[in-house]
């Protein structure tokens, strides 16, 4: 009886995992992600020795500073340092202060807006203060400018089926007005 053997042999039909030229792209692309993937995992296994590593580095260096060059007196006048530079900041701070307080303790500054009034809302606006009083009875208005922001016309939409009236021009827009509508 003669000895059984694959009908593949190597030479004839070589692997494919030998062979990557012969994967079709999708193939080549998951075997390559899928050895990233175990590559990183296989490093993650070894952070905790890493880790133990650091903790004897720094035991070690711990060590070094504070008993071998004395370094807990150093830390000692560190930590007394860094206390008077806040006490002294803390000093100007309060010391500041204080002089604002003593320097403006009997000023009051703060002064109350003035009122609006119906005359001084008509004066900026450059209409009478008739006029404001009527617009403040107004429960929805539209009120129409032009292209300076001054006030043209207003319309009350609660009386809709009153005609709309321009309004005239105040003195100070009237030479605007003027030059507006010869251009």
């Given at each position: 009886?003669?000895?059984?053997?694959?009908?593949?042999?190597?030479?004839?039909?070589?692997?494919?995992?030998?062979?990557?030229?012969?994967?079709?792209?999708?193939?080549?692309?998951?075997?390559g992600a899928l050895t990233t993937f175990f590559w990183l995992a296989w490093l993650v296994l070894w952070i905790p020795l890493l880790t133990l590593g650091g903790w004897?580095?720094?035991g070690w260096q711990f060590k070094?500073?504070?008993?071998?060059?004395?370094?807990?007196?150093?830390?000692?006048?560190?930590?007394?340092?860094?206390?008077?530079?806040?006490?002294?900041?803390?000093?100007?701070?309060?010391g500041w202060a204080k002089y604002n307080h003593l320097r403006f303790r009997n000023v009051e500054?703060?002064?109350?807006?003035?009122?609006?009034?119906?005359?001084?809302?008509g004066a900026r606006t450059g209409h009478s203060e008739a006029e404001v009083l009527a617009w403040?009875?107004?429960?929805?208005?539209?009120v129409e400018h032009d292209e300076h922001?001054?006030?043209?016309?207003?319309?009350?939409?609660?009386?809709?089926?009153?005609?709309?009236?321009?309004?005239?021009v105040a003195p100070a827009r009237r030479e605007e007005h003027a030059v507006l509508e010869a251009a």
């Open positions: 009886m003669e000895k059984s053997r694959s009908r593949h042999s190597p030479k004839q039909h070589p692997l494919i995992i030998d062979r990557p030229d012969l994967q079709a792209w999708p193939q080549r692309a998951l075997s004897f580095f720094f070094f500073h504070m008993f071998d060059l004395g370094g807990l007196t150093g830390y000692a006048e560190l930590i007394s340092l860094y206390m008077a530079v806040i006490v002294a900041m803390g000093a100007v701070l309060l500054r703060r002064k109350a807006f003035p009122l609006v009034t119906p005359a001084g809302v403040r009875k107004m429960q929805v208005m539209v922001g001054g006030i043209i016309a207003v319309t009350d939409k609660a009386a809709a089926s009153l005609p709309v009236v321009p309004l005239p």
